[in-house]
């Protein structure tokens, strides 16, 4: 007479790969502005200083450094992916960070052209669409990075995090009743959602709750990205169009 033996469903995970292509996009868009800014544009010749033009191109290689370690730090990670592992923290982190830096690098570049370049607003523009978008795909990886070890410690006895910090989701409002809200994870979609509309409104979207002062500092560093794109270049650009 057979048996028949239950075997547990396995744990929901948030898989990695999104968030970090997400991180790749973004530093490529972020490298053709740079191209652009430096090599493109139809404002009037540059006129700097030659102590300027020296610091121009030493951000531009430090720029370049910091693509291509990116890059080579991308390779081994790429194999974690592959086999559906998390990479480290410390590695992801350090993912982050590179993008980051060089979308900073960015808003600074467009903000000083602003000033050295009669700029035409549908220039302005496309610009500042290169800057939002890279934005968005940077701080989709960054919410999903600070948020999902919280869940990961609701689900592990042995660690003592607690659900009430991160973002709380529309879905995790549900009663208690429902079987399906302590095993609910949010996926590329709600994050991407939750990034996107903090960026417009500057600030979490109804129906999200942000707990703890890590998340809480993260979107207000976000936000303040957001003002140097919308308030600074595109009021220019919206400006300059007569």
């Known amino acids: 007479m057979s048996r028949t033996v239950a075997v547990a469903a396995p744990e929901p995970r948030i898989s990695a790969r999104p968030f970090v ?38 951000a531009d290689v430090g720029y370049l450094a910091v693509t291509v370690f990116f890059l080579l730090l991308l390779a081994p990670v790429a194999r974690d992916l592959l086999a559906d592992r998390l990479p480290r923290r410390g590695v992801q982190q350090l993912l982050g960070g590179m993008a980051t830096v060089t979308l900073l690098v960015d808003l600074i570049a467009v903000n000083v052209t602003i ?9 302005l523009l496309a610009e500042s669409l290169a800057l939002y978008i890279g934005t968005n795909l940077i701080f989709v990886f960054w919410y999903w990075h600070f948020d999902y ?19 709380r989701f529309p879905e995790e409002e549900v009663g208690d009743s429902d079987p399906h809200r302590r095993t609910w994870l949010p996926g590329l ?22 707990i703890g ?30």
Do not use: W
């Open 213 to 242: 002062r890590r998340i809480k500092m993260l979107q207000i560093v976000h936000t303040v990205f957001m003002i140097f794109i919308f308030i600074i270049i595109v009021a220019r650009a919206i400006n300059t169009l007569s």
């Open 115 to 123: 000033y050295r370049r009669n700029l035409a607003s549908y220039e």
């Open 21 to 58: 292509v997400s991180l790749l996009v973004a530093v490529v868009v972020n490298g053709l502005l740079r191209v652009h800014i430096r090599f493109g544009g139809n404002g009037r010749p540059d006129s700097a200083r030659p102590a300027l033009r020296a610091l121009f191109v030493v």
């Open 149 to 167: 070890p919280l869940r990961d410690g609701v689900r592990r006895p042995d660690q003592t995090l607690d659900h009430d910090q991160g973002i």
């Open 189 to 210: 979609a709600d994050y991407a959602y939750f990034t996107l509309l903090s960026s417009n409104c500057f600030g979490p979207p109804e129906g999200h709750v942000l």
